[in-house]
């Protein structure tokens, strides 16, 4: 019994040797049968997003190959696409983000890698939510990164006379740095109304009277140099507005008396961090400062306190932060708590 086994065992053997010295290959079973053991797959025919591939895999044992088509997913979003990205930057009220499209089919992928507007003012997480003791509203940011340290009441109806300030100064500087404008910051403009009727201005020296007293006169100087009448110069103020996405937030007829339109917190805090990014602006704001104010033992560059709004900013490292607050009697030098929280 046990030679039987034996004998059997060494046919087993011959068997398998003489079949691999014949043909090369290795036969695991008598009559060269196996379960095929197919490796990795290589693509005959990429799949793409538009059409079926082919791809092979062959045996380990025998090399045998199968080859299988590759269907295109019913799901457009796991094709195989060919993408080519486009960057959109930021613009002032509208969002960047990367435009990736397929250049073979027609399937586009909006916005990937968003980034904000770039005066978007966003929330800052463990941002200070609640007012102090006498002020509705409170917005804290900086020009470097335009995050809310103190939010609260930014959908707060605000007086509109610091708007009113801004957006004509906002369309002014905006023309200053127009390509192929006549007008700069030395050009003389004469005044048209007023005590200084007459007599002739810089831009310069009009911007600086108008961020500190909101003068009719000076207005309308500077309106009838640029557009030569009330309602052109209003377009441009509107204009001005949109792009920089407070038009819905903000109204303000700037010829009306001071006072008349609305505005949000918001908003003005969004008009705010854009102005401050105009050295013109940054002067005229400092200029206005009362000579004694201080917040946080300095002097700051920035104090306007118009209607039912203060704001303030302090310089800290080349960096402008400054604060918007809104209540009908805003305690004296609340921003001392405000500043010395950041
Ligand atoms: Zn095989
Ligand atoms: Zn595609």
């Avoid at 003389?188 to 909101?214: D, F």
């Avoid at 009362?290 to 300095?298: D, E, F, S, T, Y």
């Amino acid at each position: 019994m046990r030679k039987a086994r034996v004998l059997l065992l060494l046919l087993l053997f011959s068997l398998l040797f003489t079949a691999c010295a014949d043909t090369g290959t290795t036969f695991l079973y008598e009559k060269g049968e196996h379960n095929h053991v197919f490796g990795n797959r290589y693509d005959i025919t990429p799949v793409s997003c538009i059409a079926e591939g082919t791809e092979v895999r062959y045996c380990k044992i025998c090399h045998e190959s199968v080859t299988e088509t590759v269907p295109v997913p019913e799901d457009i979003s796991v094709r195989r696409h060919a993408f080519s990205d486009t960057v959109i930057p930021p613009t002032e009220s509208a969002e960047g983000y990367t435009r990736r499209a397929c250049t073979v089919c027609e399937y586009v992928v909006e916005r990937t890698d968003v980034i904000p507007a770039r005066y978007a003012l966003t929330p800052l997480e463990g941002a200070v939510t609640v007012a102090p003791d006498g002020v509705d509203g409170v917005l804290l940011s900086d020009t470097a990164s335009h995050r809310l340290t103190y939010n609260v009441g930014d959908s707060l109806s605000v007086s509109p006379h610091l708007a009113r300030r801004l957006a004509v100064a906002l369309a002014i500087t905006d023309e200053l740095a127009r390509e192929g404008t006549a007008f700069s910051a030395e050009t003389l403009v004469p005044l048209i109304s007023g005590a200084g009727n007459g007599n002739r201005y810089t831009v310069h020296a009009l911007v600086l009277e108008w961020i500190a007293t909101g003068d009719v006169h000076v207005l309308n100087g500077l309106a009838f140099a640029l557009d030569g009448s009330e309602g052109g110069f209003q377009a441009r103020v509107n204009e001005r507005l949109k792009r920089l996405g407070v038009e819905g937030a903000v109204t303000v007829d700037v010829f009306a008396a001071e006072g008349e339109g609305k505005a949000t917190l918001g908003a003005t805090a969004v008009m705010l961090a854009r102005a401050l990014d105009e050295p013109l602006l940054c002067e005229a704001f400092s200029e206005s400062v009362p000579n004694l104010q201080q917040i946080v033992g300095q002097k700051p560059v920035l104090y306007l306190a118009l209607g039912n709004l203060r704001v303030a900013g302090i310089l800290k490292n080349g960096v402008c932060y400054f604060s918007l607050l809104c209540g009908e009697s805003i305690p004296i030098g609340v921003e001392n708590a405000v500043f010395s929280h950041e």
